[in-house]
């Protein structure tokens, strides 16, 4: 039984939208200006799909259930995924606060934007990657089938209460207008 695959495929739309934040950086690196509402779609995204559903899930969740199954030695690898996940917060806010400025061509508030739009990619990116490959193996590997059925259960039972003020299709569709904006918003 495999617990972490679905954490594992919404890990591929998250990465879709930082794919998508990469080419709005890189535009912004050579003096384009991607529009306003790509960057409040973008906002809404990672806030409602990356944050308040998947990070949520495991945190509160597969962290929360681990932490207490391990007596504490898995202290330093789940609080440097939280802490990963609490700068992801601020940068996603820090970047959305400098949204106004930069449709207003505030050369301070472009700088703000492309420092947390590239701190935000970059710590996402790597965060990913090590749940991916180190963090999930591992959980697979420690917990026993009763353990996965237990926290798959309530993974489930979460995910519908999560769906009903937060449904999958609208950030799915949030996605697919970034990149429909990405793509033709161009100077
Ligand atoms: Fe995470
Ligand atoms: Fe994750």
Avoid: W
């Avoid at 969740?61 to 802490?83: C, N, P, T, Y």
């Amino acid at each position: 039984m495999n617990i972490t695959q679905t954490l594992k495929d919404e890990h591929v739309l998250i990465l879709k939208g930082l794919k998508f934040l990469r080419i709005a950086r890189d535009k912004i690196e050579s003096n384009q200006h991607p529009s306003k509402l790509f960057f409040q779609k973008a906002v809404l995204f990672f806030r409602n799909y990356a944050d308040k559903y998947h990070h949520y899930k495991e945190e509160f969740l597969m962290f929360g259930f681990l932490a207490q199954k391990k007596e504490g030695q898995l202290d330093l690898e789940i609080g440097s995924l939280r802490h990963q996940h609490e700068r992801g917060r601020q940068f996603l806010t820090r970047l959305e606060k400098s949204i106004n400025g930069y449709e207003m061509k505030n050369e301070i508030a472009i700088t703000s934007l492309l420092e947390n739009l590239a701190s935000f990619i970059s710590v996402l990116r790597r965060h990913i990657f090590r749940e991916d490959h180190l963090f999930f193996p591992m959980v697979e590997h420690e917990l026993s089938l009763d353990e996965k059925t237990f926290l798959l259960t309530q993974f489930d039972f979460e995910e519908k209460k999560l769906n009903s003020n937060n449904p999958i299709e609208d950030n799915l569709e949030l996605l697919k207008e970034m990149e429909k904006l990405i793509g033709v918003a161009n100077e």
